[in-house]
């Protein structure tokens, strides 16, 4: 049994910036591989960015150069940094934690509206 809980979303001006962060808890293997999807209404969900335990990072192409993520593995958290934000950024993010056997383990979700 794995729990997902994300925390850190909130309301934001166009060009502001939020910090998403994501902590995995339960049997639990620093070999996950985590990361963040989104989804906005009457959107597909969307593959924000991943890592894995030795640190390697992939990112969607709408947010690159503006969303970092990042990881203690010691932890189980991963982080992710939104920068420059723009309003089709708004979405509800979830983080997932990846076995070895490639199944997801999922949050309940944060939102993050980027609005004026």
């Known amino acids: 049994q794995v729990q997902v809980a994300e925390s850190g979303g909130g309301l934001v001006q166009p060009g502001g910036s939020l910090r998403l962060s994501c902590a995995a808890s339960?049997?639990?293997?620093?070999?996950?591989?985590m990361g963040w999807y989104r989804q906005a209404p009457g959107k597909q969900r969307e593959k924000v960015a991943g890592?894995?335990?030795?640190?390697?990072?992939n990112y969607a192409d709408s947010v690159k150069g503006r969303f970092t993520i990042s990881r203690d593995n010691a932890k189980n958290t991963v982080l992710l940094q939104m920068n420059s934000l723009k309003p089709e950024d708004t979405a509800v993010y979830y983080c997932?934690?990846?076995?070895?056997?490639?199944?997801?383990?999922w949050g309940q979700g944060t939102q993050v509206t980027v609005s004026s």
């Open positions: 890592i894995t335990s030795g640190g390697s990072t």
């Open positions: 997932y934690a990846q076995s070895v056997t490639t199944s997801k383990y």
């Open positions: 339960g049997s639990i293997f620093s070999s996950y591989a």
